[in-house]
């Protein structure tokens, strides 16, 4: 992993957390430094980035407040997810996160080349979430 890509991934991680970039943004950042896929872990506060080669960074994340619901609501964590990909009037990355872990969601998978986002739960339950458009 080259110094520019570890340098872009930070970049997002602060983005997504500042609340200063959309998903949209953050995926073409991501996809444009040569990345296939992220994935963020709740309960380990990381988030970790893969390279097509099999190269990954691991960088650490916000602790979520919110304890993991036990298991999947599909109907809360899907408000969540539309309320990021609408903007909704007062939407935060952070708030995403902690509604996400109320719902059961223990953490997520972006695949750039399937264009989806893989959420699971602590059961093993998953949402499918494929990018707009798609």
Known sequence: MTGEQTAAARACLAAAESDTATFPAIVGALVGAGFES???????AAATYYLPSGDSLELPTHKAATAIAPALDDAGLTAAIREAQQQAPGYTYR??????????CAGYIVSFPGRRAVYFARTGQ??????PGS
């Open 38 to 44: 992220y994935a963020v872990d709740f309960r380990r």
């Open 95 to 104: 708030g995403f996160c902690e509604k996400a872990a109320a719902a059961g």
């Open 126 to 131: 998953t949402h499918v979430e494929l990018f």
